[in-house]
T-cell receptor
């Protein structure tokens, strides 16, 4: 059974720092991995989608890497800003014939202070 | 692209009443998912559809919950009768194999049962 873990659970940093959020999964047979952002009281916004054949994806100040063999993904946030404060969730889609669902981690709650 | 549209945004109802949540997926997406989010349990998959057919409803908590997808552009999640423990945020999401199975979430319905 696939399990997804995110470390740390919470992070508080001053503005301007470069950050790394970690996501690990137990079964390397994944179809893709997706990073989401959730603001308090809001829905989930997709940030980056990495297919199993890819090693990384970039969008602006965000870079996500994927290492299937070690069961890890990292989300790198460059030059953090207070507007980056949110909960970040990673989720994997198993490469399975009988399921199409995403399995979510518990999230990292990020606070960036001025 | 209007994204995934959910209604209502907020719902407050009395215990025992019927509640119906609605979702319009992104046009062309053939997968639709219903999730529930609480502080205690995080994101839970309730049910998902492929081409309007329910594929996995193992996450539906009990018979009080039912979901339908009468056509490709509309789905409902019904709770009858509602109970206070059903209070949560309910999210709908859609995806497509032609978009790499990336999920797009709606803004959610915050349900409060008093």
């Amino acid at each position: 059974k696939q399990e997804v873990t995110q470390i740390p659970a919470a992070l508080s940093v001053p503005e301007g720092e470069n950050l790394v959020l970690n996501c690990s999964f137990t079964d390397s047979a994944i179809y893709n991995l997706q990073w989401f952002r959730q603001d308090p009281g809001k829905g989930l916004t997709s940030l980056l989608l990495i297919q199993s054949s890819q090693r990384e994806q970039t969008s602006g100040r965000l870079n996500a890497s994927l290492d299937k063999s070690s069961g890890r993904s990292t989300l790198y946030i460059a030059a953090s800003q207070p507007g980056d404060s949110a909960t970040y969730l990673c989720a994997v889609k198993d490469r399975s014939y009988n399921t199409d669902k995403l399995i979510f981690g518990t999230g990292t709650r990020l606070q960036v202070f001025p | 692209d209007a994204g995934v549209i959910q209604s209502p945004r907020h719902e407050v109802t009395e215990m025992g009443q019927e509640v119906t949540l609605r979702c319009k997926p992104i046009s062309g997406h053939d997968y639709l998912f219903w999730y529930r989010q609480t502080m205690m349990r995080g994101l839970e998959l309730l049910i998902y559809f492929n081409n309007n057919v329910p594929i996995d409803d193992s996450g539906m908590p009990e018979d009080r919950f039912s979901a339908k997808m009468p056509n490709a552009s509309f789905s409902t999640l019904k709770i009858q009768p509602s109970e206070p423990r059903d209070s949560a945020v309910y999210f709908c999401a859609s995806s497509s194999p032609y978009r790499g199975y990336g999920y797009t979430f709606g803004s959610g319905t915050r349900l409060t049962v008093v």
